[in-house]
């Protein structure tokens, strides 16, 4: 059972458009998000979380989005650059503090 | 400071052997999770260990073990290899354990089963 979600393994965006990366989450009792990016022959390196308590995290170009009536969380990266090209993961952990992750979006933002 | 190291960085092995992994968190660090990582799967949760002792596991078979030492570092073993543990095994520390803070990984070690 695949408690986190995400939908699109691959997106492509243009360089300067905004990427909205998409996560869905089944466990109510998840309290807490985060988001990782990993290049090829790296580790994951996190991004940016969000706690149960917001609906908004922003970090520079980075903003997190959580709606919890509806188990979704979002990252919007703007404006998107070259750099960004990699694979992002969204995790969800709850008082276990056990760190669920989703399949991973592999964004490409072209030049 | 230096980061989570992993070692090795890349195994080859055939079905039925045993494999030792080594993890060795930030310094300070007393929080050791596993992960596995496959094509289409992400990243599956195999177990953490927390001063020593294993906090939370993952859903895998038994084969599948874990053992952290006084000085945080952690090794996975995994005994009669199969070909669908070939796979990225990563690990992650982070420092207290009790808060849901980011965790830090390592750069993973790549094992083929043949």
């Known amino acids: 059972d695949q408690q986190v979600k995400q939908n699109s393994p691959s997106l492509s965006v243009q360089e300067g458009r905004i990427s909205i990366l998409n996560c869905d989450y089944t466990?109510?009792?998840?309290?807490?998000f985060l988001w990782y990016k990993k290049y090829p022959a790296e580790g994951p390196t996190f991004l940016i979380s969000i706690s149960s308590i917001k609906d908004k995290n922003e970090d520079g170009r980075f903003t997190v989005f959580l709606n919890k009536s509806a188990k979704h969380l979002s990252l919007h990266i703007v404006p998107s650059q070259p750099g960004d090209s990699a694979v992002y993961f969204c995790?969800?952990?709850?008082?276990?503090?056990?760190?669920?992750f989703g399949t991973g979006t592999r964004l490409k933002v072209l030049a | 400071k230096a980061g989570v190291t992993q070692t090795p960085r890349y195994l080859i092995k055939t079905r039925g052997q045993q494999v030792t992994l080594s993890c060795s968190p930030i310094?300070?660090?007393?929080?050791v999770s596993w992960y596995q990582q496959t094509p289409g799967q992400g990243l599956q949760f195999l177990f953490e260990?927390?001063?020593?002792?294993?906090?939370n596991k993952g859903n895998f078979p038994g084969r599948f073990s874990g053992r952290q030492f006084s000085n945080s570092r952690s090794e996975m073993n995994v005994s009669t290899l199969e070909l669908g543990d070939s796979a990225l095994y990563l690990c992650?520390?982070?420092?207290?354990?009790?808060?849901?803070?980011?965790?830090?990984f390592g750069p993973g070690t790549r094992l083929l089963v043949l």
């Open positions: 992650a520390s982070r420092s207290s354990g009790r808060t849901k803070e980011s965790q830090y």
């Open positions: 260990y927390f001063s020593e002792t294993q906090r």
């Open positions: 466990n109510s009792m998840f309290d807490y």
């Open positions: 310094s300070g660090h007393r929080s």
């Open positions: 995790a969800a952990t709850s008082g276990t503090y056990k760190y669920i």
